[in-house]
């Protein structure tokens, strides 16, 4: 099972970053994925998760409707659009079914003016 992150950066309050995670070496269309953001010091806790096809998405509160969470099964891909985005958006953010596999390096997203 892998993970390898993409699209960080440096943004500005307000500004936007789409994040692509390509997975492999497991069923991705039949797997939930989910987004994680980890600061230094504290826990990987989920941020947004896509069920299977048909199924839904979810966010944690703090989203508040700022990101979309979507998938491409032709290309084992998750993506998180991050809209409006907050200094405390800055974290390194990894993407994974769950808590159980392998996890990838993460892409760090950085939000300062």
């Known amino acids: 099972v892998q993970f390898v992150e993409s699209g960080g950066g440096l943004a500005q309050p307000g500004g936007s970053l789409r994040l692509s995670c390509v997975a492999s070496?497991?069923?991705?269309?039949?797997?939930?994925m989910r987004w994680f953001p980890q600061v230094p010091g504290k826990e990987r806790e989920w941020l947004a998760v896509?069920?299977?096809?048909?199924?839904?998405?979810d966010y944690a509160d703090s989203v508040n409707r700022r990101f979309i969470i979507t998938r491409d099964n032709s290309v084992n891909t998750v993506y998180l659009q991050m809209n409006n985005l907050k200094p405390e958006d800055t974290a390194v953010y990894y993407c994974?079914?769950?808590?159980?596999?392998?996890w990838g390096r993460g892409t760090q997203v950085i939000v300062s003016s």
């Open positions: 896509i069920i299977r096809p048909g199924l839904g998405t």
């Open positions: 994974n079914t769950g808590w159980d596999n392998p």
């Open positions: 070496g497991f069923t991705f269309s039949q797997s939930q």
